[in-house]
């Protein structure tokens, strides 16, 4: 289990790393285009790249952040239970968003798939949509891995419920 919470951690950290890739493509292309548009030539199609990356760098930086504890969490009250208790509130919370992500997983899987067979692409740049929901779908998977190893861990008696995954 080790081994397999070390490649999920690198898995993780990779699409964190294409993230950031993405977000700083989305600056300069952003950059660009203002400047340009200062010499009236904007770049065609802005809008829709910076949307498409927008989504990919939402979605490929949701394992890492999950991995590293870096959402909002109120644990104030749960961490005043008894350890029996918030294990058991700990892996309920874990289960249900387990069973959230692996429901995001199939649906962006289902989605993308109907709109590459209608051949749905964007209007300006006629892009086709599927291949970020396939990477959303991708994201989304690896944070069901995230939160299996995560909820592994606890049940394992090696880490403390509610504590900095990534700490």
Not at 35 to 44: A, D, G, M, T
Not at 158 to 167: D, I, N, Q, V
Request: charged content about 10%.
């Amino acid at each position: 289990m080790i081994a397999f919470g070390k490649g999920v951690h690198r898995l993780s950290s990779i699409l964190n790393f294409v993230a950031g890739f993405c977000l700083v493509g989305m600056t300069c292309l952003t950059c660009a285009d203002v400047v340009l548009r200062l010499f009236r030539r904007p770049i065609l199609g802005t809008y829709e790249i910076v949307g498409f990356l927008g989504a990919t760098v939402a979605g490929l930086a949701m394992a890492y952040t999950t991995m590293k504890g870096g959402h909002v969490a109120v644990a104030v009250l749960v961490m005043q239970l008894s350890r029996r208790i918030q294990t058991a509130i700990f892996t309920i919370t874990h289960l249900l968003g387990i069973a959230l992500f692996a429901l995001l997983t199939w649906e962006c899987i289902a989605y993308g798939n109907d709109l590459r067979i209608s051949g749905e692409v964007s209007l300006t740049l006629e892009l086709p949509f599927f291949p970020v929901l396939y990477g959303l779908s991708l994201s989304s998977f690896v944070v069901c891995l995230v939160l299996w190893v995560d909820l592994w861990g606890v049940l394992a008696g090696k880490k403390e419920p509610w504590s900095r995954a990534g700490a």
